[in-house]
């Protein structure tokens, strides 16, 4: 009888195993990846997934947007986005200030940022023959002239996408480096700087641009970045308490979303500092997948490393996931240091 009650129950535990699977299988964590447009953001957020879903076990999705928006609804805790990658500072101080570092305090940085380097770029040949090597020479008519595009009209700064920090930041020093009157400050997307730069190299052009480290352009093209006087200290009443902050410093930036007359109001006259470039990940993540949560604290990335990624993606025209699928596979060793809780900083620039 004992026999016939266990295999009978047994049955029954089969039955309800095949009807319901969820009952059999525990649920995986569900963790959604803010998914950024330009190319590093890509290759650090197929990254982010790949280990996720294979090593962690995580359910990943993406949701594509913009950055305010996705940083916005990642500090919400609520599972619509978990995760932002390829955050730049000082770029997006002021969205730090509100989730990161102070306000809600609902984002959660990784502790080791990898350094990216910023600034405008132009083609050797350019400085070469022309010798230009400073953002002042830009103010020159004869220099302003080689940045005209091929249909005429006003030379063109491109200053990189819409809604980028940086992309103010850039109208900022060209209004006071001198050079604003004889430059059209222009908006494009990534993809648009990238064939714009190819269609210049073609025909020997010039092109004046935003660029910023790790990028694939900078393995495929010679290119050279403009002097600017050296970053000497934050003015900005919102970097009061910084250690870099300074009452009469060379950076005053006065954010958009703050203040309608931020362009008059800002003042910049020297480089970027060198950036930290960070993961942020909602805070919800500790109790909600505490193991994840503590891969995307952890995880730190080396820009020299991440370019060959980056060249696959956007030049070689790779599928993103397949790309870093492999990528992963071929890094094992740093991926177990960032599952260990053993990642070391990048010091790569």
Known sequence: MLKKRTARFAGIAVALGLLFPALSATAKDKVVIGEL???????????????????????????????????????????????????????ESAPWAKYVSGG?????????????????????YIQDKYGVKSVYDLRKPE????FVPVGGGKAQ?????????????????AKDYGFANSFDSVSTEAAATYARLEAAYRQNRGI????????WIFSAFDL????????????QEDKKGDPQYKADGCWKFINPTTDSDWLNKSHITCAYPDAKVYVLAARSLQTRSPK???????????????????????KNHEPADAAAKAWVAAHRSTVDAWLAGDAKPSNAK
């Open 157 to 173: 700064l491109l200053v990189g996408p819409a809604g980028w920090g940086s992309t103010y930041i850039g109208e900022v020093k």
């Open 224 to 235: 050279r970045r403009l002097d600017e006087p050296a970053f000497d200290g934050y003015a």
């Open 208 to 215: 004046v641009f935003y660029a910023y480290t790790p990028d």
């Open 37 to 91: 447009n330009w190319p590093g953001a890509v290759a650090i957020e197929h990254v982010l997934g790949e280990v996720i879903s294979t090593r962690l076990g995580g359910d990943v999705s993406y949701l594509a947007g913009d950055l305010p928006v996705l940083l916005a609804a990642a500090a919400k805790n609520d599972g619509a986005v978990d995760v932002v990658p390829d955050v730049w500072l000082p770029n």
């Open 292 to 314: 994840i949560a503590a891969f995307l604290s952890n995880v730190s990335f080396d820009p020299v490393a991440l370019n060959e990624l980056i060249l696959k993606i956007q």
């Open 143 to 146: 220099i302003a002239k080689l």
């Open 104 to 124: 809600t305090r609902s984002l959660v940085p990784n502790v080791h940022p990898y350094v990216g380097v910023q600034g405008f770029y132009i083609p050797g």
